[in-house]
C-alpha cells in the first residue's frame, strides 16, 4: 500500500470559505458543506480537520452522510471506505477522494476551494440558447438529479437575462402554465421536469396544450444512455409515453445535430401548433458541445401563415352571404388573433357575434353585436340569435358538441386548419384559409347584401337575460352566495383589461352565463376540461404581463375556481408568493364537487361521494404569505374583491357558495 500523500485537486487560485464554527463537527463525525458551487465532505479526525470531495468515486455516493467507523470514512452508498483526512483507500486499492486544504482559524474551519475553470459550454447549453433564439422566455419546472445539465443551462442564460425559470411544487402545474401562456400569447414556453415520474406528472397539462392547439416545449431528463432498456431506477419510456400528446418527440444522443434539434422542436410547436418534447439522457445533457457547434435560431425557417383561401370557396361563401337576411357569425377560441377583420365584417353585416364557451370574451359583451356564449355554459341570448338564424359563419371553432352549433342550419365555416373543416358532419361551405386573411376578403368583395339590422333585437334580448340575472342575484337560502351575485361581482370589480383563468365545474358554467366580459382576456381548459387548471393557468397569464409585449404587459391576473379545483394545486400558492406574482384566486367553497353531484342526480344517481373536506383556504393563503379573506354573505362581495385586487401580495378570496344557486 503506497504511503504516498494523495494528488490534491487541481491547484489553481484558492478562494477560502468557512465551513463550520471550531465546535460544530465532533470528533468522530463528517458531515456536508457547500463552498460556494462545490460540496464538501468536512471530517472531524485524530483531533484534525479533513476537507474531501463530496463524491465517493465509485458511484458518486455523498461522503458528508456517511459515518466515521474505525478510523475509515465509509460510504453510506455502498460502504467504500476512505481515510478521513487523506482520501486514501485501505488495501491497497487505487481509488482516492481529491481533497481540500483546510485551516482552522480563530473564527472557524476554512477550505480552500480552487476557483472554477472557465466554462465550457455543454450540449444543453448549446440547445437552451438556440431555444432562446427562437423566443422562448419562460420556463416552468422541477430541477432533479437527472436534469441538472438542462438546468445548468437554463441558469446560464437566466443569469444572462434571456429567460426566467419558476420553480414550482408540481410538475402538472407547469404544464398548466405552459399551455395557458401558448393560448394567450400563441407563443410557446417550455416546462422542465427529470426522467420517470417527474416527466409523467406533465402529461396533463400537456394534453390541455395538445387539444386545444397551444404551442408548448416539454424538456425532460432521461436515464444514462448506457442503462437504457434494462430497467434503471426512473427510467420509462418517455418517447412512448410522450406519443400520444407530442406530435414531436426525440431523444438527445451523442452523435445528433443538437441545435437542429431544438430548431426542430421550436419550429413544431410553433407552427403545429402543439407539444414537441426533448428527452435528454443524463451524461449527454452534461457533455461537452461538439467543436466548433453554433446555436440555431428561426431566420429563415418560419414562412408566412397568411393562407388566402381559393378563390371558388370564397366565391361560394360569398353567395350565401348576399342572399342571407339574418346571418350569424360564430367565433371560436381559433380566432382569437384575428377579431379586429371578424369584427369589422360582423359590423358590416349588421349581425349578431356569438362566442364558443373557449372563446368567451373576444368580443365586448357591451358591443353592440356581442352576443355572449352559445351552448350549454351560455346565455339565452347567444342561443335565440343561433335558431332565429338563416345561415352561420364561423370563424375558428371546433364544433364541440358542448357548443351546440346547429348542423341543420347552412354553414359556411373558416379555418386554418383543414382537417377541422367539416370534422363532425358536412358543412355547406368549407374555406380554409388564415382566419384574419379570409375575413378582410369576405369584407372587401362582400358588396350589397341582404341582411337586416338585428342591433335593436339584440338589446332587447340583452335587457331581458340582464333582468333575469338580477332576479336571480337575489336569490339567498341561506345555505351560501348564489352564484349569480358572485359573477355580477366579479363583472363589476374586474378590471376590463384583465386576464381571467377559469377552472371546470360549476363555476365555469356559471362564469359563460353570468359574468359580462369587456375586454378581458379568457383561458380555461377547453377540450380537456382538467380540473385544477386555472391556478396553474394564471401563473402562466402572468409570465406573459412580464413581458414587453404591450398586449399583455402589466395586465390584472384573476383566477377562479371551485373547491375541489383548487385544491389540486393550491401548493403552488407558495410559487407565486416565493416570486413575486400578483395573482387573485376567487375560490367558491361549496364543500361539493357541485357539478359531479347535479349530474348524478340528473341520471338518476345516488350522490355518492361528491362532499369535499376543506380547510380555511382564506388561512392557508395567509399561512402561505399571501392575502386571503373568506366571505359568507352577498353584501361583502364587492369590498372583498377591491381589497384582493388592491393587495400587492397574491390575493386569495375564499368565498361560501350556494351549491344549489348556480
Known amino acids: 500500500m503506497s504511503q504516498d500523500p494523495p494528488p490534491p485537486l487541481e491547484r489553481r487560485r484558492l478562494r477560502w470559505y468557512r465551513a463550520a464554527d471550531l465546535d460544530e463537527l465532533p470528533e468522530g463525525r463528517a458531515k456536508s458543506v457547500n463552498c460556494g458551487a462545490h460540496s464538501v465532505c468536512l471530517t472531524h479526525h485524530d483531533g484534525q480537520y479533513g476537507a474531501l470531495a463530496n463524491h465517493c468515486p465509485h458511484q458518486g455516493g455523498p461522503l458528508g452522510e456517511g459515518s466515521i467507523e474505525k478510523g475509515w470514512l465509509r460510504c453510506p452508498w455502498h460502504g467504500w471506505d476512505y481515510h478521513p483526512l487523506t482520501?486514501?483507500?485501505?488495501?491497497?486499492?487505487?481509488?482516492?477522494?481529491?481533497?481540500?486544504?483546510?485551516?482552522?482559524?480563530?473564527?472557524?474551519?476554512?477550505?480552500?476551494?480552487e476557483e472554477d475553470a472557465p466554462h465550457v459550454a455543454t450540449i444543453s447549453d448549446l440547445m437552451v440558447e438556440t431555444m432562446v433564439a427562437w423566443g422562448v422566455r419562460w420556463v416552468f419546472g422541477m430541477v432533479g438529479h437527472s436534469n441538472l445539465g438542462v438546468a445548468d443551462a437554463l441558469r446560464v442564460q437566466e443569469d444572462a437575462g434571456a429567460l426566467r425559470f419558476i420553480g414550482v411544487r408540481h410538475e402538472g402545474a407547469a404544464s398548466f402554465a405552459i399551455s395557458a401562456y401558448g393560448k394567450l400569447t400563441g407563443r410557446p414556453a417550455a416546462a422542465l421536469a427529470i426522467a420517470g415520474p417527474g416527466a409523467t406528472n406533465l402529461l396533463t397539462g400537456l394534453w390541455d396544450a395538445h387539444v386545444d392547439r397551444a404551442p408548448a416545449l416539454a424538456l425532460t431528463g432521461q436515464v444514462d444512455t448506457q442503462v437504457l432498456g434494462p430497467g434503471a431506477f426512473q427510467e420509462i419510456d418517455l418517447k412512448a409515453a410522450f406519443g400520444g400528446v407530442a406530435q414531436w418527440s426525440q431523444t438527445v444522443l451523442p452523435g445528433s445535430r443538437h441545435a437542429e434539434l431544438m430548431n426542430l422542436a421550436c419550429k413544431h410547436a410553433i407552427l403545429g401548433r402543439g407539444v414537441a418534447h426533448l428527452i435528454f439522457p443524463d451524461e449527454v445533457a452534461k457533455a461537452p458541445a461538439p467543436a466548433g457547434a453554433h446555436a440555431g435560431g428561426p431566420q429563415g425557417r418560419l414562412p408566412a401563415r397568411t393562407i388566402h383561401p381559393p378563390s371558388d370557396a370564397l366565391a361560394q361563401a360569398l353567395a350565401h352571404l348576399r342572399l342571407a337576411r339574418r346571418p350569424v357569425i360564430i367565433i371560436g377560441h381559433g380566432a382569437r388573433f384575428n377579431m379586429p377583420e371578424i369584427v369589422a365584417l360582423a359590423e358590416r353585416l349588421r349581425c349578431p357575434v356569438l362566442t364558443t364557451f373557449k372563446a368567451k370574451g373576444q368580443i365586448s359583451d357591451l358591443h353592440p353585436l356581442g352576443c355572449g356564449v352559445l351552448g350549454r355554459s351560455g346565455?339565452?341570448?347567444?342561443?335565440?340569435?343561433?335558431?332565429?338564424?338563416?345561415?352561420?359563419?364561423?370563424?375558428?371553432?371546433?364544433?364541440?358538441?358542448?357548443?351546440?352549433?346547429?348542423?341543420?342550419?347552412?354553414?359556411?365555416?373558416?379555418?386554418?386548419?383543414?382537417?377541422?373543416?367539416?370534422?363532425f358532419h358536412p358543412v355547406t361551405v368549407p374555406v380554409w384559409g388564415e382566419i384574419g386573411v379570409t375575413a378582410t376578403a369576405l369584407l372587401d368583395q362582400l358588396?350589397?347584401?341582404?341582411?337586416?339590422?338585428?342591433?335593436?333585437?339584440?338589446?332587447?334580448?340583452?335587457?331581458?337575460?340582464?333582468?333575469?340575472?338580477?332576479?336571480?342575484?337575489?336569490?339567498?337560502?341561506g345555505h351560501g352566495v348564489s352564484s349569480a351575485a358572485i359573477f355580477a361581482a366579479l363583472t363589476r370589480q374586474v378590471p376590463d383589461d384583465a386576464i381571467l383563468a377559469i377552472d371546470v365545474g360549476n363555476n365555469a358554467y356559471s362564469f359563460g352565463r353570468y359574468f359580462e366580459c369587456q375586454r378581458q382576456a379568457v383561458l380555461m381548459s377547453g377540450y380537456l376540461g382538467s380540473i385544477g387548471f386555472s391556478f396553474p393557468a394564471a401563473m402562466g397569464a402572468w409570465a406573459a404581463t412580464q413581458e414587453q409585449d404591450?398586449?399583455?404587459?402589466?395586465?390584472?391576473?384573476?383566477?377562479?375556481?371551485?373547491?375541489?379545483?383548487?385544491?389540486?394545486?393550491?401548493?403552488?400558492?407558495?410559487?407565486?408568493?416565493?416570486?413575486?406574482?400578483?395573482?387573485?384566486?376567487?375560490?367558491?367553497?361549496?364543500?361539493?364537487?357541485?357539478?359531479?353531484?347535479?349530474?348524478?342526480?340528473?341520471?338518476?344517481?345516488h350522490v355518492w361521494q361528491t362532499s369535499l373536506h376543506n380547510p380555511s383556504?382564506?388561512?392557508?393563503?395567509?399561512?402561505?404569505?399571501?392575502?386571503?379573506?373568506?366571505?359568507?354573505?352577498?353584501?361583502?362581495?364587492?369590498?372583498?374583491?377591491?381589497?384582493?385586487?388592491?393587495?400587492?401580495?397574491?390575493?386569495?378570496?375564499?368565498?361560501?357558495a350556494d351549491v344549489e344557486l348556480v
Request: net charge negative; hydrophobic share 40%.
Open 617 to 656: 383556504f382564506a388561512r392557508f393563503a395567509r399561512n402561505c404569505g399571501a392575502y386571503g379573506v373568506r366571505i359568507e354573505r352577498a353584501a361583502d362581495l364587492d369590498e372583498s374583491l377591491r381589497d384582493a385586487l388592491a393587495d400587492p401580495r397574491p390575493a386569495l378570496l375564499e368565498i361560501v
Open 550 to 605: 404591450p398586449a399583455f404587459r402589466g395586465r390584472p391576473v384573476v383566477s377562479v375556481s371551485g373547491d375541489g379545483g383548487f385544491a389540486q394545486y393550491m401548493a403552488e400558492l407558495t410559487t407565486a408568493v416565493k416570486y413575486g406574482m400578483k395573482i387573485t384566486h376567487v375560490v367558491l367553497n361549496n364543500s361539493e364537487l357541485g357539478k359531479i353531484s347535479k349530474e348524478q342526480r340528473a341520471g338518476h344517481w
Open 447 to 477: 358588396g350589397a347584401a341582404a341582411a337586416v339590422d338585428q342591433q335593436d333585437e339584440i338589446a332587447e334580448r340583452w335587457a331581458i337575460w340582464r333582468a333575469e340575472k338580477d332576479s336571480r342575484a337575489r336569490d339567498d337560502r
Open 87 to 113: 482520501g486514501e483507500s485501505p488495501g491497497g486499492f487505487d481509488e482516492r477522494v481529491p481533497t481540500h486544504p483546510v485551516e482552522r482559524r480563530s473564527d472557524g474551519v476554512y477550505v480552500g476551494i
Open 379 to 423: 346565455t339565452p341570448v347567444a342561443s335565440w340569435f343561433m335558431n332565429e338564424s338563416d345561415l352561420l359563419l364561423v370563424f375558428g371553432a371546433s364544433f364541440s358538441n358542448h357548443t351546440g352549433i346547429s348542423h341543420k342550419k347552412p354553414i359556411v365555416q373558416v379555418d386554418f386548419d383543414a382537417m377541422a373543416l367539416g370534422k
